[in-house]
């Protein structure tokens, strides 16, 4: 065979690949939203739950995902942008970032029930918080971790070593250097980051189980349980309660991860051109 | 004889176990240019990293021997290392602008050192381009982004940023290497009249450079300071028969 042949072949099985990758993603994203967009209403939207999900509506697990996203994103995203500014400004290169940068893989391998039966050991009973927005916010808040810290870390390394020098040049600080130079620089990086975590906070199901339980009602503090749109929507699905609020949920679901996604990569982009 | 501003004596600097000065002792007069000439990796940057201490953000490095300003030691433990870099300005042979506007580049140091009144910043600006050159060439357009600017123009911009934090030396990295002749040319004039107001030390890989701005030249081989004198002197007469095959193109 000569090599233009193969070529050919190559391009084709690629494109291949390529098609059916994207179709896949768009009939589930079609079906889903087919589904369920029928039955999405204002009245859906804003409505409690009634019949354990029959009727009615999830206004309480809109409530509840939002909380659960805010309050796990200000708890993680301080400790992960910290911890990564700390092992690329503040430390060199030895055996214990080595470690730390390690284990912070692997914890990001963890299954998510792993992590549901940390904080439901841990935040539900040894701290007694009870199943809670608080509880399943700081669970997901040491699942969000490995993410911000790894992806933080990859958007400082990538700030030019040179804007450092010229800070320090000038007479400013390492916090200076930080604060001033390198995370506005790194600041779409560890957005991407922070948005990636968040989606996985959003569609998080095993873990809030566990922790933030799965009441039916409008969570009115922290230590209120509360369930999310994701574990509604497992919840209706597997007993059969009722699928077509299951869908109904789920394209509510999609849509909102759509509309953080959209959003935050138009700030981004805005930002970047501000900076550049 | 020039007042004395930097005396350096019996300097070593080692990385981890391999010594890249040695011994090195020299003074550097007030308002002089001083040239420091010599083939790639004989000391010279690092020389210039020991004076404002950013050497000490590179791991393993090592100091031994005096560093002294104003005739006092920059390596004692109660000597503030960013004041010291204040005082010491260092320009890179690649322009660093930082990714925002003209102005903003030369408002940036001020600003880390608690100045935010704007027209205080403009005036700073202001001052600072016209005695790099570079007013004239961006005075109607200090909210563009300094990226923006030519290779040359980056360099100027960067020589007056240095310039907005009132040092009284200032460090040339070779700062013309990657320039073409007509950008060099306005960098050598601009360093001319800087000296009028500074001490300057600058590095270049060029011989020329050297003999047409400085007032004196040192001459550096494998981390160690061979020649030092009168720059015409120097280039005419050399003492050492190595600083004579160095700079006639023998080696290096």
């Known amino acids: ?276 | 004889m020039l007042k004395v501003k930097i005396k350096v004596d019996n300097l070593n600097v080692y990385y981890g176990n391999k010594q890249v000065i040695k011994d090195v002792n020299m003074n550097v007069s007030d308002h002089e240019i001083l040239s420091i000439i010599g083939p790639s990796k004989s000391g010279k940057s690092t020389l210039l990293h020991v004076i404002n201490r950013l050497i000490d953000n590179v791991p393993g490095a090592k100091v031994t021997g005096q560093v002294c300003i104003d005739g006092k030691n920059i390596y004692l433990d109660s000597v503030n290392v960013n004041d010291l870099r204040k005082k010491v300005g260092i320009i890179f042979a690649t322009p660093v602008p930082l990714p925002m506007s003209i102005f903003n580049n030369l408002a940036y140091g001020p600003r880390l050192h608690g100045i935010t009144n704007r027209e205080k910043l403009l005036d700073i600006a202001e001052n600072c381009l016209r005695a790099s050159s570079l007013w004239d060439e961006v005075k109607s357009r200090l909210d563009m982004s300094a990226l923006r600017l030519s290779g040359g123009q980056q360099q100027r911009l960067c020589l007056a940023r240095a310039l907005t934090v009132e040092p009284e030396i200032i460090l040339f990295d070779e700062p013309c290497s990657g320039l073409d002749p007509i950008s060099t040319s306005k960098v050598e004039s601009t360093m001319r009249e800087l000296k009028k107001n500074y001490t300057l030390i600058l590095i270049t890989n060029n011989t020329k450079q050297a003999a047409r701005v400085s007032d004196r030249t040192a001459f550096f081989l494998f981390g160690e300071l061979i020649e030092i004198g009168e720059t015409k002197r120097l280039f005419t007469a050399p003492k050492d028969k190595r600083t004579k095959d160095y700079i006639t193109g023998k080696f290096g």
């Open chain 1, 1 to 276: 065979m000569n090599p233009k042949f193969i070529q050919k072949i190559a391009s084709v099985a690629l494109g291949t690949a390529m098609l059916v990758t994207l179709s896949v993603l768009i009939f589930i994203i079609f079906y889903i939203l087919y589904q369920g967009l029928p039955i999405v209403s204002m009245e859906f939207l804003t409505t409690p739950i009634r019949d354990m999900g029959k009727s009615g509506g999830i206004f309480p697990t809109i409530i509840s995902t939002f909380y659960l996203a805010f309050l796990s994103i200000c708890i993680a995203a301080p400790l992960g942008i910290g911890t990564a500014v700390f092992l690329t400004e503040y430390t060199r290169e030895n055996t214990v970032t080595r470690v730390i940068r390690f284990t912070t893989d692997c914890l990001a391998g963890i299954p998510s029930i792993i992590f549901g039966l940390f904080g439901f050991v841990f935040f539900v009973i040894y701290l007694g918080f009870g199943w809670s927005i608080l509880a399943g916010s700081l669970t997901l808040a040491t699942m969000m971790l490995p993410t911000i810290i790894r992806t933080s870390e990859e958007a400082i390394r990538a700030v030019p070593e040179g804007f450092r020098e010229v800070t320090y040049g000038l007479g400013g600080s390492k916090w200076q250097s930080v604060t001033e130079i390198v995370l506005p620089k790194a600041f779409p990086g560890i957005l991407t980051g922070i948005i990636l975590s968040m989606g996985r906070a959003v569609s998080e199901t095993a873990a809030l189980i566990f922790t933030a339980g799965m009441s039916l009602h409008t969570p009115v503090s922290v230590l209120s349980s509360g369930r999310s749109m994701a574990v509604h929507f497992y919840t209706i699905a597997r007993e059969g309660i009722s699928l077509q609020m299951a869908f109904g949920t789920a394209a509510v679901l999609i849509v909102t991860i759509s509309i953080i996604n959209i959003s935050s990569y138009l700030l981004m982009h805005k930002y970047m051109r501000k900076y550049a």
